[in-house]
Each structure stands twice: as structure tokens, then as C-alpha cells.
């Protein structure tokens, strides 16, 4: 892949400066190498914990990350590092975080004014050719669709209703096309990034856990920036993601193949309850088609890497039995119950209703589980035909049938991973807020553009469409 591009030689380096240039090649090998994904939690995580009692740490995370980006528009003909920076972005605010005056804007304003210069030199240097992914209309359409979402009702202008018009109208549209057209994506460089953000998360929870009594109480974990559910949702994503980098990844498969388990603990251990209950029911065909797909000689050792991670896990369960028997108990007691969820959606039906062509907006004032002024639905159907009506609804199966259409086109054995992450996450979204965490949603996002990407490098060209059932061998 070539990443540096002419324009990157001139400006700081010339033929009397080769040391300069050897710096800057052990830097750019550092971004787009390996290292940059611990790198990038390690600078989250420490964030999270230091800003907690010194704001400043935030600052400089914020500063090192911006630093890194405006490098990469200014230097680099690919920004894709840009992808796990943003991936942690979310993570890195402690619960009690206040800027606290004004003071602190001033180095963020200088960030994004540099930012946006570093946008503006990248497309009018680089001239990248724009081309238009299988999901750009689809995406458009969406976008489009969200700026009418609540029209006409009295919560339109509503704060809350105004953001997520801009995030899901606005911001996730240009991140699409943003990614498709500078960031040379690979399937396995979303999984590793997937793998960034549960090792972020499952550090901070661990953080977390050893400053408090928790004993029976995992369900109440808070980490400023999420609760349990959200960080349930990514851990999911986090464990089908290391199953495939398990099966592609060769003698290193030990490693994430125990990063695996590691996650699916960390699961139990947030209690929520739809995550841990869709993994059961999918994990048994996960492993089943990850040693089916290990070639011949790998099936026996991967088998028994799968045995010891599972007979350590009980043995751990065994010293930690207090523990364990406390999250299982809960989930015992709650069960299936939903917790509310009927009577939201009888109300987002009524909702409908009232308002069938363009919805209540994102901010109608719910009463009943109330989660500051975002009207929770807790499903992502009933939650666009409340919030968007019969037009927002629309957008949404366009935009999602589009998806899994071009998973069908692109079909090869290995996307049956991500056809299970997909599916997990949807299925969580009929019950949960899922589809409308801006990180949840980036890390799809990211993934359909690396599906698309590289299938074309690869020389294939676009992703055609194929009859339904045109293939016979589907899996094996």
C-alpha cells in the first residue's frame, strides 16, 4: 500500500536532510503499524483515570490525538489511523470531567481550526477522486430523511432533537463518503480497531472495580461516559471480532482466541442482560464455524487453545464463586422481563400515530423512563417511526436493507463474522439504544467501508449484485 505521498517530501525534508526523513519514516511506520493500537488505549485509559482529579490530563490526550490527525491531513496520503483514535474517542472522559470556564476552549478551538485546514489542504492537495460507495444513497437518503424527523411538532427545535438531526442527518453521512474516499480500510484493521475499544473499556471497568465494593452491584457501573449496556454492546462486537482475527491471524491465533475470553467474561460482568443472552444463542455456531474454517492441521490445536481457555475460566469461577453466583442470581431473577419496554412501545405506537408522516422529533417528553431529554424508545423500528414517522422508518430499511444486501453480494466464509456482529447488534438495537451510540454506530460504520475497500483492492472492482441464492456453497 502506498501511503506517503509526494507532497509529503518537500515542505520539512530535502536532499541535505536524510535524518529527518528516516524520523519521519519510523513515525509513519509507527501509525500504521501494530503499535498504534495499544498506543491509542493507552492514551485513552490514562486519560479516564488521570482526568478524574487533574483536568489537564484530558487536555494533553486530546492534544496528542489532534496532533496525530493534523500530521496525518498534512503529511499523509491515507488518514487511516484516524479510525482507532476516533474509535476511543468516546472513552476518554471521566464521569466527574468539567471543562470549568473558559479557559480551557482556547487549545481545543486552535485544534479544530487546525483540523479543518489540515481537511481543507488534504482534498485541495491530494485532489482524492471521489467515488461513490454501494452505500452512498442509501446513506444520503438517510441523512436527508433525519432533518425531517420531528417537522412540524413542537420539539423540532428542541436541543436534544437539533443534535441528533445534525449526527445522524449530517455527521454519519459525511463519515461514509469521508471514509470511503481516504481511508484505505481492511476488514482485519476494523477488527483490531473493535479489539481497541474493548480493551479500553474492559480496563477502565477493571479500574473501576478495584476502587469500589461492587459486590453484587455490576449492573450500576457508570464510567462517565456509559453504562453497562454500552459498553455490553461493544464487548459483544469485541469478541466475534477476535474470533476472526483468531482464524486469519495464523501462530498468533492464541492470543485472541484468549482475548475471546476474556471479553465474553467481561460481558457476564456488566449483567446486560441482552447482550449475554444473544451471545449464548450465537457463540455456539461462532466456534462451531471458527474450527470448521481452521485448516486441517490448526482444527486440533485451536480445539484444545478453545478447552484450557474454558477449563481456566471455570477454575476462576471456582475462586471467585461469590462473585460469579452473584451475577448469575440476577440474571436468574430479571429473566426476560422488559423492564418497562412494553409500555414505551405502546407509547411510541400512539406516538406514531398522532404524528405519522414526519414523527415526533428525538425529544418528545416521555414520562416514562426518562433518560434526560432524549426520548428513549428502546427499539430501533418503533424508534424511527416515532421520532421520524412513515418517512424516517423509510430511510431506516432502505439504509438497512442496503447493508445486508451488500453482505449477500460480498459474501465469502470469513463475513460470516461479520454477518453474526451485524446481526448481534441489530437484534440488541430491538430492545436497546444500541443503533444510536455514536460509537457503536462508527465501528459499523467503519466496517461496511472496509468490506467495500477491500474487495476492490483485491482487483475485484465494485460489488455486484447477484441473484438471490446464486450461490450454493454458503458456509463450508
Not at 474450527?291 to 490445536?301: I, K, N, T, Y
Not at 453466583?325 to 406516538?351: D, I
Not at 406514531?352 to 416514562?368: D, E, H, N, S, V
Request: with cysteine; charged share 15%; net charge positive.
Amino acid at each position: 500500500m502506498k501511503i506517503f505521498g509526494k507532497g509529503a517530501e518537500n515542505p520539512f525534508y530535502k536532499k541535505g536532510f536524510p535524518q529527518i526523513k528516516a524520523l519521519k519514516n519510523k513515525f509513519d511506520r509507527f501509525l500504521f503499524g501494530d503499535w498504534f493500537f495499544p498506543f491509542c488505549a493507552a492514551v485513552a485509559v490514562l486519560s479516564w483515570q488521570t482526568g478524574a482529579y487533574w483536568t489537564y490530563a484530558v487536555h494533553i490526550a486530546v492534544s496528542v490525538f489532534a496532533v496525530i490527525l493534523i500530521y496525518l491531513l498534512f503529511f499523509c496520503e491515507t488518514i487511516l489511523p484516524a479510525v482507532p483514535i476516533v474509535a476511543v474517542l468516546s472513552y476518554m472522559l471521566p464521569g466527574n470531567f468539567k471543562l470549568g470556564g473558559f479557559g480551557p476552549y482556547i487549545p481545543l478551538a486552535v485544534w479544530l481550526t487546525l483540523i479543518v485546514a489540515g481537511f481543507v489542504y488534504y482534498f485541495v492537495k491530494r485532489k482524492p477522486a471521489f467515488q461513490k460507495s454501494r452505500l452512498f444513497w442509501p446513506t444520503v437518503v438517510f441523512g436527508a430523511a433525519m432533518f425531517f424527523a420531528g417537522l412540524l411538532s413542537p420539539w423540532y427545535f428542541e436541543g436534544v432533537n437539533f443534535l441528533m438531526i445534525l449526527y445522524l442527518g449530517l455527521l454519519y453521512p459525511f463519515v461514509t463518503i469521508l471514509l470511503f474516499n481516504t481511508a484505505r480500510l481492511t476488514l482485519e484493521y476494523v477488527a483490531k480497531t473493535i479489539l481497541t475499544a474493548g480493551a479500553v473499556i474492559l480496563l477502565e471497568m477493571l479500574l473501576y472495580y478495584a476502587g469500589v465494593d461492587a459486590h453484587g452491584q455490576y449492573k450500576a457501573i457508570h464510567l462517565g461516559w456509559g453504562m453497562s449496556n454500552n459498553m455490553a454492546t461493544v464487548f459483544t462486537m469485541a469478541i466475534v471480532a477476535s474470533f476472526y482475527l483468531s482464524l486469519t491471524k495464523g501462530k498468533a491465533d492464541v492470543y485472541y482466541a484468549v482475548a475471546a475470553f476474556v471479553f465474553i467474561v467481561a460481558l457476564l460482568f456488566t449483567e446486560s442482560r441482552g447482550c449475554i443472552f444473544l451471545l449464548a444463542a450465537a457463540l455456539p455456531f461462532i466456534v462451531g464455524f471458527y474450527l470448521c474454517r481452521s485448516a486441517r492441521g490448526e482444527r486440533g490445536r485451536r480445539a484444545a487453545i478453545l478447552l484450557i481457555c474454558t477449563a481456566v475460566s471455570l477454575a476462576a469461577s471456582l475462586i471467585f464463586i461469590d462473585e460469579v453466583a452473584s451475577v448469575f442470581a440476577l440474571l436468574k431473577e430479571m429473566g426476560l422481563k422488559e423492564n418497562g419496554r412494553t409500555e414505551l412501545y405502546k407509547e411510541a405506537w400512539e406516538v406514531f400515530k398522532g404524528r405519522p408522516i414526519f414523527g415526533a422529533g428525538f425529544a418528545y417528553p416521555t414520562q416514562l423512563i426518562p433518560m434526560g431529554p432524549l426520548y428513549p424508545v428502546h427499539n430501533t423500528i418503533l424508534q424511527f417511526m416515532a421520532s421520524g414517522g412513515i418517512v424516517g422508518v423509510g430511510a431506516c430499511l432502505y439504509l438497512f436493507g442496503s447493508r445486508y444486501r451488500l453482505l449477500y453480494d460480498a459474501y465469502e466464509p470469513k463475513l460470516i463474522f461479520f454477518a453474526i456482529l451485524m446481526l448481534l447488534f441489530e437484534i440488541y438495537g430491538m430492545v436497546e439504544m444500541a443503533t444510536f451510540c455514536p460509537y457503536a454506530v462508527f465501528l459499523t460504520c467503519v466496517l461496511f467501508n472496509a468490506l467495500e475497500q477491500e474487495h476492490a483492492a483485491k482487483g475485484k472492482g465494485m460489488i455486484r449484485r447477484r441473484k438471490f441464492l446464486e450461490r450454493k456453497k454458503w458456509i463450508f
